[in-house]
């Protein structure tokens, strides 16, 4: 079992007669990337705000490698938050400078760690400049530098790459994937659902102020499997009721059909496509395995109807 950096048990918070967070517990491995998701309001940004200690909560405990959050904690945790917060009249290298040492960096060690993350974003040219001649991007660049200065174990990234382009959102993404492998833990928010499918190890996701979903990736995408599968083909497909059953059938350009099939009782992929190719000549059988942008909706507005 991997150990734990992040322990949150049984936390609540009560904002007058709002409820902001209902006894929620989430164990956070150490070296992972975990998912912190749910819809607008969910209860994400308080949680965040308690282990930053920003705010309290009003009950329950949290514990940072087996040790109960207290203000120490603050410079092992890097902070990017969604309302971005640079000093707009700054010079960037200064403002860097002036975040790293509130963070305990002595002055030397920082300006080596600037210039080596200064590089490795090739953004060297940008020291002198004010922070609001910077567009949007950029200063998301500065804030993440400015977020995992200091070495932090615990980083926390609230919308990461709001403001990035494509190729800028892919460098940021191969920053977090190289933080985690050089034993990083990172508590990831957004509402990017295919973000989370390319980084994330485990998710928790909060709705209505509670975790309603909590496990690996691989394990929750597992269990929202319905032995459906995509079938392109050339021939007549016929129900075969003890196997399987079509579930709808379009026509495709090429020529081919393409058939929705689920499988019956403990039929398994091989025995599907046997009986398949029993019946027509096969192109293309693909299993549908739903996506994060599925479970996150499906769980969501069942949660909201009951």
């Known amino acids: 079992m991997n150990e734990i950096l992040l322990d949150v048990e049984s936390v609540s918070k009560n904002y007058s007669n709002h409820r902001a967070l209902d006894n929620v517990s989430l164990k956070i491995p150490k070296g992972s990337i975990f998912g912190l998701l749910g819809p607008n309001g969910a209860g994400k940004t308080t949680l965040i705000r308690i282990i930053t200690q920003i705010i309290q909560s009003d009950s329950g405990t949290i514990k940072i490698s087996g040790e109960t959050l207290n203000p120490s904690h603050i410079r092992a945790i890097g902070y990017l938050p969604e309302e971005r917060g640079l000093y707009k009249k700054m010079k960037v290298g200064e403002q860097l400078l002036y975040l790293a040492q509130l963070k305990g960096m002595p002055k030397s060690e920082a300006m080596e760690r600037i210039k080596v993350w200064f590089k490795k974003l090739e953004i060297s040219s940008w020291w002198n400049k004010k922070v609001e001649d910077l567009s949007k991007g950029m200063g998301q660049k500065i804030q993440f530098v400015a977020t995992v200065l200091h070495d932090p174990k615990l980083i926390i990234l609230d919308e990461p790459f709001s403001g990035f382009d494509p190729v800028n959102a892919n460098i940021i993404k191969d920053e977090i994937l190289e933080l985690r492998e050089k034993g990083s833990t990172i508590i990831f928010s957004t509402h990017r659902m295919e973000s989370v499918e390319e980084l994330c190890d485990e998710i928790a996701l909060i709705n209505n102020s509670k975790v309603i979903l909590n496990g690996k990736k691989t394990d929750i995408k597992n269990s929202f499997r319905t032995g459906t599968f995509f079938v392109n083909y050339a021939g007549d497909l016929i129900n075969q009721e003890v196997d399987f059953k079509i ?60």
């Open 247 to 306: 579930l709808n059938t379009s026509s495709l350009d090429s020529g081919l059909s393409r058939s929705t099939v689920q499988v019956k009782n403990d039929t398994n992929p091989n025995d599907l496509l046997k009986s398949l190719i029993n019946q027509v000549e096969v192109h293309h059988f693909e299993e549908k395995i739903p996506s994060m942008n599925d479970i996150f909706i499906n769980m969501v507005n069942r949660k909201d109807n009951e």
